[in-house]
Every structure is written in structure tokens, then in C-alpha cells.
């Protein structure tokens, strides 16, 4: 593998819209309810696919267009228009915009901000660029890129945002493919079980402070950033700030959760509180003062499925308007912590609207209780 190949085209011509097949609703727009206990005053949403686009492209677009309606306060608002026909697939034509009146609401016309196409097959969202005539793919939860990740303090010399290994039902990830060419195959086989300071040839060790040993190999890291960013803006429980990916580092364990660790600068990330998610893009997160009354409506709706469950309660970081930003943790988790009761990390988004919760978007499993060896 030699130099950096572009995977994801962003940009095709209107008229010929070229997109990957995909096998499943993304995961951000598509969730399974979740059991329900009795005492919570929430219920299932049922928002459709496309309204689950619409509101999402609404509430985390940052255009100029939609800036420039929200410092007029005027409210954003979709219509549909026709529904077009091309070789690749068929698509739903929106208006984005907002209304304006004169005369005290005699004479009110429509605006539109942004025309957004939804192609109806593969459950994705484009912009259309009218002086160009093309369409730009917004964000799908399919490909190597995507709109959010979680970010997790590994060690208190690392900060990382987390991909993890392929599971088996999931498609498989450019970092899986690189994985499985740069790292030795027989190396498991011989590595002494809890070895610490035990690495392959070729690969050196990156951290071994937390949870995680850490390792690098500076071959992958190469191929790897060419299908990543180079920035992001990190979301933490007390602000934001721009940071850049470091290194690139994996952990294997018999145990927990396989990830790949995309080390954040953490000299940048000090005001931020613990860091919780980051993003390529600005978010207009409102960070509220109380949320508790939401927080225990989640926690008495959500019940954790399975046998293993921890004591750690939600707790809401912030919100977009009713999208509220949350997470699962206590950041305690050292190695061998008698004091960590978090053991299954997470990150995740939600809509409330009307009592009605719909499931946005989460974050891989990521599992330190080690139910593999349980």
C-alpha cells in the first residue's frame, strides 16, 4: 500500500449521483426500542428515517445559511417538494427555510435556505449546490469518516477518540483492513498472557498507564491517517476546543473491548473538562445548568440489557435544541481500580420531543468488565 488514495467521493453531479451500496439503516436513524420500565415518563418515538435526517441536518448543519435565519430568530422549518428519478436511485426533494412576513402575517412567503435530496434506497442525505448542480453526501454512519466519536480519557497521558475492531454483523472498517496487513498473525499465539511490556517486531509500546496496553506501529499510522481527519473539534463536560490526532495506537486484549486509539493532543484539551466526543464539525452545543429531571426520566426508560450492567447513572453533557448529548462513565477506570463502577463506558444521543425519546446515535460497546472471560 503506497500513498494516500481518496475512499469516500464527497461530490457528484446532480444528474448522476454515484453511492455506495449499503446493507442497514445507519445507526444513528435506525434503533431498536429499548425496554421500558414503568415508572418513566418517557416513551418510544417514532419518528421516521427521513425526519430523523431532516432534524439531524437542521439541528448540526452549521451553514452560513441557516447562522445568518437563526441570529434573525427565524425558525427553521422542511417542505417536501418532488420526488426525482436517476439512474442510480430514487430521490425525495426538500426545502430547507424559514417564513417572513409583511403587513403583520397578510403577505408570508417561504425562503429557502438549503434543497436537500434523501435518497430513499440507501437512507443518506445530500446538499444541493445550485451554482455547481451537484450533490454533496452530508454524513452517513457507512464508510470510514463519521459525523460523531467518542472520546475516552485511556490513561492521564492519553486521550483518544475510539474505533473499535470488527465485530462479527457489522461491516468491516479500513483500520480492520490495515490491521490485518500490518499486524504479524502469529504474534497473539506467542505473546505470554498479561504481558505488559510484550510487543511484535515492528511495533512499539505507546502507553501501558491505564486500562489498555497501548501499542504503535508507525507503517500503519502512516496509511491510517490517510483516511482520517486531521482535527477535530473535542466536546468535553465543561467546553470545547480544537485539537489534532497525535498518533495512531491499537490495544488487544483477550478480555475487553479491541480498539484503535486516535491519541489527541492533550496540551489542548485542558479546559475541556473530561473529554466526551468530538466532531470535524462546529456544533452549537448549549451547555444547561440542570439537567437532572431529564437524566433520571433516561435512566428509568433505558434499562441496560443482557446480564452485565454497572451502577453508573446517565449524565447529559449538553444539547441542540432537543437533542440532548449524553454519557456513561465515571472516569475512573484504572487498572485494577476498586473505585471504578463504570464498566461499560458509552456516548450517546438522543431526541426528546413530547415526552417521546428516539435513539440518535451511540457509541461502539465498549466493555471493561472483560465478559469475554467471564
Known amino acids: 500500500m503506497a500513498g494516500c488514495q481518496e475512499m469516500n467521493q464527497q461530490e457528484t453531479p446532480a444528474e448522476n449521483v454515484q453511492v455506495s451500496t449499503v446493507d442497514s439503516t445507519p445507526q444513528m436513524i435506525a434503533s431498536e426500542a429499548v425496554p421500558e420500565k414503568a415508572l418513566s415518563d418517557l416513551s418510544e418515538g417514532d419518528i421516521t428515517w427521513s425526519d430523523s435526517l431532516l432534524k439531524m441536518y437542521m439541528a448540526f448543519a452549521n451553514t452560513e445559511t441557516f447562522k445568518q435565519a437563526h441570529k434573525n430568530n427565524f425558525t427553521l422549518e422542511w417542505e417536501y417538494d418532488n420526488t426525482v428519478k436517476t ?3 430514487v430521490f425525495d426533494v426538500y426545502r430547507i427555510g424559514h417564513e417572513i412576513s409583511r403587513d403583520e402575517g397578510a403577505d408570508t412567503r417561504f425562503i429557502v435556505d438549503q434543497w436537500i435530496y434523501l435518497d430513499t434506497l440507501r437512507k443518506q442525505l445530500y446538499e444541493f449546490e445550485p451554482t455547481a448542480n451537484r450533490l454533496s453526501k452530508w454524513w452517513s454512519s457507512e464508510g470510514n469518516k463519521q459525523l460523531f466519536y467518542p472520546v475516552y480519557e485511556l490513561s492521564s497521558k492519553t ?5 473499535n475492531f470488527y465485530e462479527v454483523g457489522k461491516p468491516r472498517g479500513i483500520m480492520d483492513t490495515l490491521f490485518d496487513v500490518f499486524y504479524p498473525k502469529k504474534s497473539q499465539e506467542k505473546e505470554p498472557e498479561g504481558c505488559r511490556s510484550c510487543v511484535p517486531k515492528k511495533w512499539k509500546l505507546y502507553d501501558t498507564a491505564g486500562v489498555y496496553k497501548l501499542i504503535r506501529n508507525e507503517t500503519l499510522e502512516k496509511e ?3 483516511y482520517f481527519d ?13 485539537s489534532r490526532i497525535k498518533n495512531i495506537a491499537l490495544a488487544l486484549d483477550p478480555c475487553i473491548t479491541n480498539i484503535f486509539a486516535f491519541c489527541l493532543d492533550n496540551a489542548s484539551l485542558k479546559s475541556i473538562g473530561h473529554p466526551l466526543f ?13 439537567y437532572s429531571k431529564i437524566e433520571k426520566s433516561m435512566d428509568s426508560y433505558f434499562v441496560p440489557s443482557g446480564d452485565h450492567a454497572d451502577s453508573v447513572k446517565t449524565k447529559i453533557m449538553g444539547n441542540v435544541g432537543n437533542f440532548y448529548f449524553y454519557y456513561h462513565d465515571d472516569f475512573t477506570w484504572e487498572p485494577k ?3 471504578s463502577k463504570c464498566k461499560f463506558p458509552g456516548r450517546g444521543i438522543r431526541l426528546i420531543d413530547n415526552k417521546r425519546v428516539s435513539q440518535f446515535w451511540m457509541s461502539d460497546f465498549v466493555d471493561l468488565f472483560g465478559i469475554e472471560c467471564d
Open 230 to 242: 486531521t482535527a477535530f473539534y473535542v466536546y468535553g463536560t465543561n467546553g470545547y476546543a480544537r
Open 159 to 163: 486521550t483518544a477518540f475510539v474505533v
Open 278 to 290: 468530538c466532531s470535524t464539525q462546529l456544533i452549537p452545543i448549549h451547555y444547561g445548568k440542570d
Open 87 to 89: 439512474d442510480s436511485g
Open 337 to 339: 481500580s476498586s473505585n
Open 224 to 226: 491510517a491517517r490517510c
